[in-house]
């Protein structure tokens, strides 16, 4: 999720953690899943985890890609610098499924204890909070959080995105739908452009009697409660339309590209276990990078601008040296 732009040096930090997949949850042609195995060396350390990099392509490990905040478990960490200038960090995580992690610091390095935010509490049929993420949305001087959520027996299934405000991080509006495509959609993240939203997300359908249809899609409005329009991108035309970059991917990030007036489109492919990035001039046609590189086994990103001088702090505490 990209607010207005920050000050910063033309560097990024990338937060995310590491999982290398295990198996595949696959659909047969009777509806019935099963699992195919894809390794026998699965690995999760859900955990904070960062890198930087100058180019927005090429990223380096901080801590040579151990976490940077061992000891509090989450996953899909989301991180950008607050209107208060303080770094707030929202991921998968809680003491229960329909809670969120929390948690916020001035430099990256020392961070406030840890909260649980109890978004989907008023709504006891929900099975989880995935992947939150938050907005400030500057007409009214408050934080938007967009999350998936889901009520059937797995959080991939008929998801929807859940929205709220807060102005504290402590406090929240009834939560509501944000937005409800014509299939299950999770992995929610906002740019506001030139008074336009640009809300990227996952399309999560697979299956004999739909096909596989598990990647990243845009839909754009301009407000940023909705409603959102489809974009019907080029990829893997479908009963809904396209998507704009290739399947199975997930977590997408979007960034203004550091080398020109375009933009960087960074997700995982989840099953494949890696990381790629699409680039696009002008957020509606977009292409794949080949020249591109990652911490190992890094999933679910969000890329945030930082400073020179919070770059160097980020090196002497985890004994990184520069390029």
């Known amino acids: 999720m990209t607010n207005s732009c920050d000050t910063h040096d033309g560097l990024y930090a990338l937060a995310y953690f590491r999982q290398i997949y295990g198996g595949q949850v696959e659909v047969n042609e009777a509806g019935e899943t099963h699992t195919v195995t894809l390794t026998n060396e699965p690995l999760a350390v859900e955990s904070l985890h960062l890198a930087w990099s100058r180019d927005g392509r090429h990223w380096t490990a901080l801590n040579d890609n151990q976490p940077v905040l061992p000891n509090v478990w989450l996953r899909d960490p989301f991180i950008n610098r607050g209107a208060d200038g303080w770094f707030h960090l929202l991921a998968t995580g809680g003491e229960s499924a329909r809670d969120c992690l929390y948690l916020r610091s ?21 099975n989880n909070v995935w992947a939150p993420e938050w907005f400030f949305d500057a007409q009214c001087g408050e934080y938007f959080l967009l999350w998936s959520s ?50 990227f997300h996952k399309e ?67 099953m494949g276990n890696d990381y790629g990035i699409s680039y696009s001039p002008d957020l509606w046609q977009w292409r794949e990078e080949s020249d591109v590189s990652f911490p190992p086994n890094a999933r679910h990103g969000s890329a945030f601008a930082i400073t020179e001088d919070e770059l160097m702090g980020l090196q002497r505490a985890f004994s990184a040296s520069a390029l």
Not at 167 to 192: A, C, H, M, N, R
Not at 235 to 245: C, F, S, W
Request: aromatic fraction near 12%; charge should be negative.
């Open 106 to 126: 001035r430099d990256l390095l020392n961070w406030d204890e840890p909260q649980s935010l109890p978004l989907m509490e008023s709504v006891p049929q929900a």
């Open 150 to 199: 889901s009520f059937e027996d797995a959080g991939w299934k008929n998801s929807r995105l859940w929205c709220c405000y807060t102005s504290d991080f402590q406090t929240f509006s009834k939560p509501s739908v944000l937005f409800e495509p014509p299939y299950s959609v999770i992995d929610g993240t906002l740019l506001l452009h030139n008074g336009t939203y640009y809300l």
């Open 204 to 270: 999560e359908e697979f299956g004999a009697s739909k096909g596989e249809r598990r990647a990243i899609r845009l839909a754009t409005s301009p407000s940023i409660e909705g409603p959102y329009t489809l974009h019907s991108g080029p990829l893997n035309e479908g009963a809904h339309g396209g998507q704009i970059v290739p399947v199975i991917t997930e977590g997408p990030a979007v960034m203004p590209d550091p080398q020109s007036d375009g933009w960087l489109l960074l997700y995982d492919f989840c």
